[in-house]
């Protein structure tokens, strides 16, 4: 694991033992993973809209987000995006949890809750927020962990996104039996992005899952090469958000 990863996970843990993720009463738009997935599941390339201030990696991507949340999810909504990602991870990513229900009301889109999930209390927040996936990421987990916490986000109707990063960690992520399986393109010790190994671990993939593409995704032409190779769906995040036209760009992004 990675010195990154696992900052952001000790970070994630010392928030949980403060008693940080309550559930925050009933969500105004209630969780409803189907509908996520169906989104992800119409005919083709299917775009998953990510929103987020920063990373690791890129450093600030969006000035001043609290004042762009509805504006990204009207956007996002006009430029058929399938359904939007939220990263909501405080320390690292400067994230805000809030932010997820006001971009689904906006959007009316459904909303996947991108965060680093250890816990169940995790899961019983997403639903307080309204979110309808969840994504599980297959190197902070051991098996148990993994299998226990996609039992649980089912069990509560989230939809699971299990993010693996090279063939081993696909195949734990199939063996979670998700209903999304995403393959990262983002090396987590080294940050960077390859999508010629994206495109080889495509076909490792066993059938049944979304496959979903994420990170390094800047155009059409890498859309119409990744879905060649088998991916189905499509996470897009800093090339949207660093748009002069994140509209125009995002309809552009399909083949």
Known sequence: MSGVLSAILESKRARL????????GAAARPTD?????????????????????????AGEILTSPETKVERFGLI???????AISVVIEEDHFGGKPAWLPRIKAMSGLPV??????VDE?????AVSLGADAVLLIARAL???????LSAAAR???LARVVEAHDAAEIRRAAAADPEVLGVNARDLATFRTDLDALEAMARVIPAGPVRLAESGIRSRDDVARLSAAGFEAFLVGETLLRSEDPEQELKELRP
Do not use: C, T
């Open 17 to 24: 033992a403060r008693g940080e993720y309550s559930p925050e």
């Open 33 to 57: 993973g189907a509908a996520f997935v169906a989104a992800l599941r119409r005919p083709g390339p299917r775009i998953v809209a990510e929103f987020k201030a920063r990373s690791p990696s």
């Open 76 to 82: 996002y909504r006009r430029g058929h995006a399938a």
């Open 112 to 117: 996947l809750m991108k965060d680093f999930v």
């Open 121 to 125: 209390r995790q899961l019983d927040f």
């Open 142 to 148: 051991d098996d148990g962990e993994l299998e226990r």
């Open 155 to 157: 069990e509560r109707g």
